[in-house]
């Protein structure tokens, strides 16, 4: 079993719909991140969390600690949010990671027109 | 504009030849990491590196080697020992890889083809 799961593995929507893209991990963490990679294969990081909630336009992160549980939402969604969103996280208490990331396999999302 | 560079985009290489992948940054970083991504799974960490002259394994290294000669450069290369060398290679770096700063950033990555 992956240390860090994500669901849907794929994932269509039309145009306005809300969007939820979850991950669960089985260990203790130090932080989690979402991360946004398009077809040209470039990541870039959306959120950084290690509690509660972050908003960025469209784009809300949520994390509960003691359920070991993230989710990412995508209000009225638009087809440029079409991508791969991989959750990653820190694994274990403070620095011990050393700043290395453990992967989801990512969630592929399509938005279509 | 600070960020992490990786040349070239595509590379194509003939079996049993060692190829050396670039990765640059002009972040003032001291970590850098290497990871690995195959199509539906997740990236897998290669080596990571927290300081210049040093760096360690990670979960996939066999078949890899690294150097860390120059803080803003870590280079990867593929030897002929790794037996499922096509794939996509990102590089990345932190400020530090201390309990501080877990920011990431990312490079565009690098697609290795083996034939």
């Known amino acids: 079993k992956n240390e860090v799961e994500q669901s849907p593995q794929n994932l269509t929507a039309q145009e306005g719909e809300f969007i939820t893209i979850n991950c669960s991990y089985s260990v203790g963490i130090s932080a989690l991140h979402w991360l946004q990679q398009h077809p040209g294969g470039g990541i870039v990081s959306l959120f950084m969390?290690?509690?509660g909630k972050k908003k960025h336009g469209r784009l809300i992160a949520t994390i509960n600690i003691q359920e070991k549980h993230s989710s990412l939402h995508i209000t009225a969604s638009h087809p440029r949010d079409s991508a791969v969103y991989i959750c990653a996280v820190h694994l274990g208490a403070g620095g011990t990671s050393y700043g290395k990331l453990t992967f989801g396999q990512g969630t592929i999302l399509t938005v279509h027109p | 504009d600070g960020g992490i560079t990786q040349s070239p985009k595509y590379l194509f290489r003939k079996e049993g030849q060692n190829v050396t992948l670039s990765c640059e940054q002009n972040l003032n970083h001291d970590a850098m990491y290497w990871y690995r991504q195959d199509p539906g799974q997740g990236l897998r960490l290669i080596y990571y590196?927290?300081?210049?002259?040093?760096?360690q394994k990670g979960d996939i290294a066999e078949g890899y080697s690294v150097s860390r000669e120059k803080k803003e450069s870590f280079p990867l290369t593929v030897t002929s020992a790794q037996k499922n060398p096509t794939a996509f290679y990102l590089c990345?770096?932190?400020?530090?890889?201390?309990?501080?700063?877990?920011?990431?950033?990312f490079g565009p990555g690098t697609r290795l083809t083996v034939t």
């Open positions: 969390l290690s509690s």
């Open positions: 590196s927290q300081i210049v002259n040093d760096f």
């Open positions: 990345a770096s932190t400020l530090h890889g201390g309990a501080s700063s877990y920011e990431q950033y």
